[in-house]
């Protein structure tokens, strides 16, 4: 957005597309959407995922059908914002690990490691091993995205794991990304459906 500052200082200004899918707004409390996709009606419910907002998250989930469960791959190597010590990487599988064994332990996840156009740049200057001392593999996109995909999904210790787990390595600021991902929510979302009712 800084690159664009003399067209957003002009008077008369209107956003473009670029520059709403570039602006981030941080959850703070519950936010609910209700929307159409095909026939049918999808309550979408953002909670925030700073510490502070995680308690006001399961009053939300009753009769949840999946949960969409984004992480950011390239803060593998940042702090905690609310407390300076904690890799946001670990807490983010803490958290999944929550998700999977205690909240939801029988629905549907879509798990969005988000910001990978960052993380490929950023892991060849920062290595993964600094944050995962086990970490054999180059400080290259594939072997190390694939290493933390590996440990999300290894997250879920259910007897029959398969089909409840979706991974999917996105940039949300990619719009025909965005469109192929998006597909491919709806499809997992009308198993997840189908499941629920015993149609699958």
């Known amino acids: 957005m800084l690159d664009n500052v003399d067209r957003i200082a002009t ?3 209107m956003p473009t ?3 709403v899918i570039h602006t981030r707004v941080r959850t703070t409390g519950v936010i609910e959407t209700t929307f159409e996709m095909g026939k049918k009606k999808v309550r979408l419910v953002d909670v925030g995922g700073q510490r502070a907002e995680r308690r006001k998250w399961m009053g939300c989930f009753e009769d949840v059908t999946a949960v969409i469960f984004c992480v950011a791959l390239s803060e593998y190597d940042l702090k905690l914002a609310e407390d300076g010590t ?3 990487m670990q807490e983010s599988l803490k958290i999944f690990d929550e998700l999977c064994q205690k909240w939801f332990k029988n629905t549907t996840i879509i798990l969005f490691l988000n910001k990978k156009d ?4 950023k892991i060849l200057v920062s290595p993964l ?3 995962f001392p086990e970490y054999t593999g180059a400080d290259e996109f594939t072997p190390a995205s694939d290493f933390i995909k590996d440990k999300f999904l290894k997250q879920d210790k259910q007897e029959n794991p398969e089909g409840r787990i979706y991974p999917h390595l996105t940039c949300a600021t990619d719009t025909n990304h965005v469109k192929v ?4 929510v709806k499809e997992t979302l009308l198993k997840a459906a189908l499941k629920s009712v015993g149609l699958m």
């Open 181 to 184: 991902v998006f597909d491919a």
């Open 129 to 131: 091993k600094a944050t």
């Open 17 to 19: 597309q670029e520059d």
């Open 118 to 121: 960052l993380f490929e740049k």
């Open 86 to 88: 904690t890799n946001r």
């Open 11 to 13: 008077p008369g200004y």
